[in-house]
C-alpha cells in the first residue's frame, strides 16, 4: 500500500538523518554548538527524557519538505497517502525511541532487539547501528549494530 511505502520512506529518512546529518564530523564552533544542540546532547546525556523527541520546529521543516518533494513526483491524489506513511513511521520513531530509553522491557522479541542495538550504539560504538525504528537500512548499507 501507498502508506507501507510511506513508512519505508520514513526509515530511509530517519536513517540518513541520523547517518550523515547527527553523526557528521564538524569542526566550526557554529557546526559543532549547532550538532550539539540536535544530537550531541543525546549522547551526552542519553537517559534525560527531555532530550529524546525531536525538535518539533526543525521536524515539521523536514515534513514540509518531504511533502514538497513527494509533491514533485507523485500524484495530488497519491503524495498525501505516502506522506501519511511517513508521518505514521515518524510518530512510531518517536514511540520507539523514547521506549528504548525509558522502558525497562519492549514486548516482543524485535522491539527487545531493536533496543539492545540502540543502547549499543550509545555506548559501545556510535559509528553504526542508525535505524532506531527499523534495522531494514542498516543491514542495506551493512551499519547493523554488533550485541
Known amino acids: 500500500s501507498l502508506q507501507l511505502r510511506g513508512v519505508v520512506l520514513w526509515q530511509l529518512v530517519e536513517y540518513i538523518i541520523h547517518r550523515f546529518l547527527f553523526h557528521a564530523r564538524v569542526q566550526s564552533c ?10 550531541g546532547n543525546h549522547h551526552k546525556f ?3 527524557a527531555d532530550r529524546l523527541v ?9 515534513a514540509s519538505c518531504i511533502y514538497g518533494l513527494l ?16 508521518v505514521l513511521g515518524y510518530i512510531a520513531y518517536d514511540c520507539l525511541h523514547y521506549g528504548m530509553h525509558h522502558a525497562a522491557y519492549l514486548p516482543g522479541g524485535f522491539l527487545q532487539e531493536l533496543k539492545s542495538r540502540h543502547l549499543h550504539h550509545h555506548y559501545h560504538d556510535s559509528g553504526r547501528g542508525y535505524g ?16
Open 132 to 147: 532506531i525504528s527499523s534495522l531494514l537500512f542498516d543491514n542495506i548499507f551493512r551499519t547493523r549494530a554488533a550485541l
Open 71 to 86: 509533491r514533485l513526483v507523485l500524484s495530488a491524489a497519491t503524495a498525501p497517502a505516502v506522506m501519511s506513511g511517513v
Open 46 to 48: 542519553p537517559m534525560d
Open 30 to 39: 557554529w557546526g559543532v554548538t549547532i550538532h550539539f544542540i540536535f544530537h
Open 54 to 62: 525531536f525538535p518539533p520546529v526543525p521536524a515539521l521543516a523536514i
